[in-house]
């Protein structure tokens, strides 16, 4: 009968450690902004301390394996303590993006919306522009024989049969040159990271590496119209595309999480209770004060 409540405890504890590690491993995952592997290898080595000092304990009050006195199990024990309270960090930083998982939704969402804004704040920026050079254009051709010079500098150069044909040329060109093609691309993804990230749960592993890349981008998402703008033709005078009405809040929102900060009540408390559980099979071992070892003594042996 003890046997049978031992092996159950022994399963319970592990169930509770691989849950608390893997809430952890989230909060990690989001502290590194994505970054996968050091988050598993720091979360492997805490599941190996804590099972490895668990299995000393077990084994030592079950056999009195390697001489380990019930001072030595006790430091096993603060070992796994301590590991609990260090690991309950990153526990509270998952915690805080829980908390905030609604802001998360909404920020994103607002992204999406933004970026689609700001798209159509630059196609309106490109349409005026080419129509205003039109209009100057056109005014440059019926007045040629007013400011020759001014013709010849924009118009005379140009090729065509006639000043209707090359002012369509050169606003065709000026398009061109505000909206070239490798802009759809620009476009489609950078609204591909924001969906993403405004259809992901915070507990998928991939949303904080999206929101950091939509993070490092969003700046540059107006720096690419800014500089596709910058160009000008002859007798132009417009200025480079600017929106002020494109904001972000996602920044403020990662900040907090990726900074490791002291962990919460809360969490300390979890960490504790999950400490005792852990605790469960070594109170359960059998203290074999002879130095018994027969079968059954300790499922770790």
């Given at each position: 009968?003890?046997?049978?409540?031992?092996?159950?405890?022994?399963?319970?504890?592990?169930?509770v450690l691989l849950a608390f590690a893997y809430i952890a491993f989230l909060g990690l995952v989001y502290w590194k902004e994505g970054e996968i592997l050091l988050p598993a290898l720091l979360t492997g080595a805490f599941i190996a301390v804590v099972i490895g000092c668990l299995v000393v304990m077990c084994m030592s009050k079950a056999s009195r394996w390697k001489r380990i006195s019930v001072?030595?199990?006790?430091?096993?024990?603060t070992i796994i303590?301590?590991?609990?309270?260090?690991?309950?960090?990153?526990?509270?930083?998952?915690?805080?993006?829980?908390?905030?998982?609604?802001r998360f939704n909404t920020e994103t969402e607002s992204m999406l919306e933004s970026a689609a804004q700001l798209d159509d704040e630059y196609q309106q920026y490109v349409t005026d522009r080419v129509e205003?050079?039109?209009?100057?254009?056109?005014?440059?051709?019926?007045?040629?024989?007013?400011?020759?010079?001014?013709?010849?500098d924009v118009l005379g150069g140009a090729a065509g049969d006639n000043d209707a044909t090359k002012i369509n040329d050169i606003t065709t060109s000026l398009l061109n040159k505000l909206m070239p093609e490798s802009i759809?691309?620009?476009q489609e993804e950078r609204r591909y990271w924001v969906e993403s990230a405004s259809n992901m749960s915070v507990w998928n592993i991939s949303l904080p590496?999206?929101?950091?890349k939509i993070n490092a981008e969003v700046s540059n998402w107006q720096n690419i119209y800014a500089g596709y703008s910058n160009f000008k033709l002859k007798g132009e005078t417009a200025e480079p595309f600017v929106s002020e009405d494109f904001e972000s809040d996602l920044e403020t929102l990662t900040a907090k999480y990726t900074k490791l900060h002291a962990p919460s009540v809360l969490a300390i408390g979890i960490a504790l209770l999950c400490f005792l559980i852990m605790l469960l099979p070594y109170w359960l071992t059998e203290r074999d004060v002879a130095g018994r070892t027969s079968k059954g003594t300790s499922v770790y042996e």
């Open positions: 009968m003890k046997q049978s409540k031992f092996n159950f405890a022994a399963v319970f504890s592990l169930m001072i030595g199990q006790a430091v096993f024990g303590l301590v590991a609990f309270i260090a690991w309950s960090m990153p526990f509270t930083n998952f915690m805080d993006v829980l908390a905030n998982q609604k205003k050079y039109r209009s100057y254009l056109t005014h440059v051709s019926n007045g040629r024989n007013e400011q020759p010079s001014v013709y010849n759809s691309e620009v590496k999206n929101i950091a």
